[in-house]
């Protein structure tokens, strides 16, 4: 750890102290260092506290970056209210601005330690109104303060450790059937469906985790989820019980969680595919993770579950299947 000493700060204490009759001027100087390595190791340890600016500085550090057109209408975008919602996680902002689009655009902001960085799903490839309408309202304390939870990374396997794990007849099965024999080129997409048993599985809560935020702030959550069904078929059809449940229980979870399922119809739309899905992988998967849906299907009882009727609608079939099977 480096540190400075302060010359002028020794002295004078030494000049202070003799004044009052302090004799032992070598005690005198350790005493003053050990003040200045204090005050050093107390300034560094709270560095990881520090950003760039204060929110109230935001715009003037950035202003720079916007031309003048820009920022005249991205005042305008402010003052006209087309900011829908503005929400702030610690150093991260997360922003909804109504525009030419059906859907509105998202802002993400963030003040890092070197420096504001933001992203806007507008077309415009320079910084724009969008982002400078949000700026304006972090500024001004315009936003809710919310909780996320943290966030995970998908694991990720290189091609090469993919290809070390797949037999060599499957290789050929796949390149010699309708999926591989149409490409002229290697087509990665196809590649990975195909082969989704040799992938990294993901934990409950890297699904978990990024849904409850993305929920919670209100951004892309449809995209999500349809992501989530598909890989919940994908599992299904290559009978991968445990990994398909885990993905659906992670999305009922977070809406539970979220107090989001009786206000959403993206997802009331989806109730009757979720509760299909589960059905059929109750049927098919072994007896530990059927143990482990029964248990689950009794939690969601004991959170009174019927406060959504949904919801309700799903265990009650799960009840249902229960009993046929038993």
Request: proline share 2%.
């Amino acid at each position: 750890m480096s540190f400075e000493i302060n010359t002028k700060k020794v002295l004078n204490k030494i000049e202070l102290e003799n004044n009052t009759n302090y004799i032992n001027q070598e005690q005198l100087v350790n005493n003053v260092l050990d003040e200045n390595l204090n005050s050093d190791f107390n300034n560094s340890s709270n560095t990881e506290n520090i950003y760039y600016c204060e929110e109230e500085d935001l715009l003037n550090e950035v202003q720079d970056n916007f031309s003048y057109q820009i920022k005249e209408r991205g005042k305008d975008y402010y003052y006209s209210g087309n900011i829908v919602s503005c929400s702030k996680n610690n150093n991260k902002y997360y922003a909804k601005v109504s525009g030419t689009s059906d859907k509105p655009y998202i802002v993400k902001v963030e003040i890092k330690k070197d420096g504001v960085e933001y992203d806007c799903t507008c077309p415009y490839d320079f910084p724009c109104k969008h982002e400078y309408a949000v700026l304006m309202a972090i500024t001004n304390k315009e936003y809710l303060n919310i909780e996320l939870k943290p966030e995970l990374k998908e694991k990720k396997d290189t091609l090469q450790n993919i290809l070390k794990k797949i037999p060599a007849e499957e290789i050929k099965k796949y390149l010699l059937s309708s999926k591989g024999v149409n490409y002229v080129c290697f087509e990665m997409k196809s590649f990975e469906d195909y082969f989704k048993k040799y992938y990294p599985n993901q934990t409950y809560e890297y699904y978990y985790n990024n849904l409850f935020n993305a929920l919670v702030v209100d951004v892309n959550y449809e995209n999500m989820i349809d992501s989530y069904i598909n890989k919940i078929r994908q599992y299904v059809s290559n009978q991968e019980f445990l990994e398909s449940f885990k993905i659906l229980k992670s999305i009922i979870n977070a809406y539970n969680d979220t107090n989001k399922l009786n206000f959403d119809d993206y997802i009331i739309n989806q109730f009757p595919n979720l509760g299909m899905l589960l059905r059929i992988i109750y049927r098919k998967c072994d007896f530990s993770l059927r143990k482990d849906i029964k248990n689950w299907t009794l939690e969601l009882e004991s959170k009174n579950y019927y406060n959504n009727l949904y919801l309700e609608d799903i265990v009650i079939m799960m009840n249902l299947e229960k009993e046929s099977m038993e």
